[in-house]
């Protein structure tokens, strides 16, 4: 078992290699040097919202100019330039009609096969003005929810665009769900279509995706659903039930390539995403248009330093807020070129995303710490796809999302990925905040190898105990964001109350932002470091998975499962790995039978949720450690599944024995 993600927080403690923004990266930074970001800093503090007033006047083109920032008065449901009207798809793509970038390429898109094809803003526009046109046609109106399972394709960007450009509110599924998972949210969602393809290729597979798509509508309850747009994207057939599923080229047949923006409020759902919590079922999201679409913009302004001959490449897929943010909204609201990849990055082989980089000229390269982890496994055991084979000579900066970057990774990145001149911008946020929150800026923050280092302009960031008391540099606690700030979460979709009691605690005060993560900040420079979710959600390779998910979907399996409980353990890629513990209603299996039964398991979570939620490991247990109340220890779970010995107090543990034969049981 690996032990290497607690000794890589063993090394951030005692880290001390700072590495200086170069010359280089100064050079014409949209902010350059720490004085710079300094003074925005204190723009925001003098003035909190004429700074976001200033900001969203200048990124943003506004049908309806804002005379209110914010209104605080419903806090924690924060407003943001409520009285301004204007339209998201406009702001991606007719606002550069007109200006040099019209006939720029806006996508460089590179098939699982390695066609590549390019469209520039222009093609773009015309794209999803049609692609709106046949959504209108469809009944699709402002307002409506649209479901989008979608491959990582052109068209998956252009039907979020189309959604948007009608007012339609988008709420894209990753495509590696499951029907089950598809299900629950087209109901949460109340969609009145889903857009899908027939299929989706990855890694040199072709994988179905309209077939889930049935099977989610035949779980039933879809009750909503008018109409399922299906993108012919491979040539194999699949059912097509008349009345309610449509080919995209017969939607967009006739359809013309003008389609006048729908104008609508600031605050207008422009997409809904679920995420995983600690309890019950996936939370619905819900983002604005005008806050959002300022913070993608301001972002890859600040953060990605974005200038106007980048090539910008995020390897994230549509399905999660990385790829809203950083794909779908904020290349093109900033007017950039950018590189959308369908494929995985070990087919043909794991030297993919470097030869990529140097096919396409790449200049900005933000991808996950699990994919660098995997690669540099690959790298060490076969030279041949070791980034030093490809010219990544382009590059000028590299990114990291959605986890902890120990500093080993962090250091080949560096040195192997970015040749010791990129600096790397740790960037902390998620799905809740829209975009980046703390995060070094490329031409002005020293770096600090496993610390995201500081927040944003304007981004009150702290760390607080329970009570909301700021803790001390070098003493861990609770991170918070004090105060609101444009792109923030504005609801959980359907649910005000659960939105008020995950994010907004009353001990705090309720107006509070809880990120729901621990952070420590370091003595001498101050600067964050992210030490993981304090709540039961687990960061799976990236991918974020509430416990009780996995849990309840494990004991759905009435016929075998009586009890589980699932907790995460340091896995030296993915990052964290998941343990299932599971009591059946049979007698303790032994060896081979107990071997057959565990992949069961897995693969019936795989069936309920997805792949992403496979337990890695399933131990059998004739209990679990509980409490006299009835209460499931989850922090003895924790180390018997890092193998640890138990060294807490178990003397109110209910049946101790229980844990030499979970320990004992795999
Ligand atoms: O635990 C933090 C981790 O990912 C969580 C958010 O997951 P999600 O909403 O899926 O968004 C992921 C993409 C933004 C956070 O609560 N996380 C994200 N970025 C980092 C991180 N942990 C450490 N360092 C990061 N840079």
New binding site residues.
Partial sequence: MSNTPSSAIESVLVENRVFEPSARAQQGARVAGMAAYQALCQEAQADYEGFWARLAREALVWDKPFTQTLNATQAPFYRWFEDGQLNASANCLDRHMGTEVETKTAIIFESDDGQVTRVTYRELLERVAQFANALKAMGVQKGDRVVVYMPMTIEGVVAMQACARIGATHSVVFGGFSAKALQERIIDAGAVAVITANYQMRGGKELPLKGIVDDAIALGGCDTLRQVLVFQRTATPVNMQAGRDVWLHDALQGQSTQCPAEVVDAEHPLFILY?SGSTGKPKGVQHSTAGYLLWTKLTMQWTFDIRADDIFWCTADIG???GHSYVAYGPLAAGATQIIFEGVPTYPDASRFWQMIERHGCTVFYTAPTAIRSLIKMAETNDAVHPKHSNLSTLRILG?????INPEAWMWYHEHVGGQRCPIV???????TGGHMITPLPGATPLVPGS?TLPLPGIAAAIVDETGNDMPNGAGGMLVIKKPWPSMIRNIWGDPERFKKSYFPAEMGGTIYL???GAVRSADRGYFR?T??IDDVL?VS?H?LGTMEIESALVAKTDLVAEAAVVGRPDDTTGEAIVAFVVLKRALPSGQEGKQLATELRNWVAKEIGPIAKPKEIRFGENLPKTRSGKIMRRLLRAIAKGEAITQDVSTLENPAILEQLANTH
Avoid: K, L, M
């Fill in positions: 995420t999660w807020i990385t990291s999302v959605g986890e902890p740790d960037t902390f946020w998620q799905t809740e995201c990120a729901g993560d992210i993981g979710r960061n990236g974020r």
